[in-house]
């Protein structure tokens, strides 16, 4: 195991309602990005918290929003949820200028959207 | 911009017998390239990553990877594949470039292997 951890493991959720994902880095780590894994996908690059900014964001609109806390936790939160958003929502940690930056995975929230 | 592809949906492979998982990148420069794995209902592992040096890289659970420049392939491989390797493999760029570590993935490849 990493030590990467997120919560909840699963939620469902309503169109047009909000959701707030959590993940713990791994210890030492100050870096945490999250991706998107729709069914059947890659994971997709949402975007990058470091030093409590958003240091860089893939193709996703400004609905998707995230936050990373003093001891480098983070949320993704998510506002007027579609369909589409239904997907397994990956987080990873990683420590910043070292190791090459290797991003250690949590096992997921999966998200469904009815 | 950064891809990565995965040319085969699936490989399938008795137990025993060499794995191999293709991956070919397209990236600016020099790539920083790795290999994750993902079980069913889980986050996914890190297996191997590339960045310099030796283009043969060693990695968990007996996987290892070839790196080529002149073909930009970046293929895993394993000399004797277990029913447990069973899983969907990933392989993923980093442009080195980037000033944030964003990773660009592969679609996946299932690997069944039989007994």
């Known amino acids: 195991e990493t030590g990467v951890t997120q919560s909840p493991t699963h939620l469902i959720k309503t169109r047009g309602q909000q959701v707030t994902l959590r993940c713990s880095s791994q210890?030492?780590?100050?870096?945490v990005s999250w991706y998107q894994q729709a069914l059947g996908q890659g994971p997709q690059f949402i975007f990058q918290?470091?030093?409590?900014?958003?240091?860089g964001r893939g193709n996703f609109p400004p609905r998707f929003s995230g936050l990373q806390f003093p001891n480098y936790s983070s949320e993704l939160n998510v506002n007027a949820l579609e369909l589409d958003d239904s997907a397994l929502y990956l987080c990873?940690?990683?420590?910043?200028?070292?190791?090459?930056?290797?991003?250690?995975f949590g096992p997921g929230t999966r998200l469904l959207v009815l | 911009a950064q891809s990565v592809a995965q040319p085969e949906d699936q490989v399938n492979v008795a137990e025993g017998n060499p794995l191999t998982v293709k991956c070919t990148y397209s990236?600016?420069?020099?790539?920083?390239l790795f290999w994750y794995v993902q079980y069913p209902n889980r986050g996914l592992q890190f297996l191997l990553k590339?960045?310099?040096?030796?283009?043969l890289v060693k990695g968990s659970y007996g996987f290892e990877a070839e790196f080529n420049k002149s073909q930009t392939s970046f293929h895993l491989k394993k000399p004797s594949a277990l029913v447990s390797d069973s899983a969907l493999y990933f392989c993923?760029?980093?442009?080195?470039?980037?000033?944030?570590?964003?990773?660009?993935f592969g679609a996946g490849t299932q690997v069944v292997v039989t007994p």
């Open positions: 918290y470091y030093r409590e900014e958003e240091n």
């Open positions: 590339y960045i310099t040096g030796d283009n």
């Open positions: 993923a760029v980093r442009d080195p470039t980037d000033s944030w570590g964003k990773l660009q």
């Open positions: 990236v600016s420069g020099n790539p920083y």
């Open positions: 210890s030492g780590h100050n870096t």
């Open positions: 990873a940690s990683s420590f910043r200028l070292a190791d090459q930056e290797t991003q250690y």
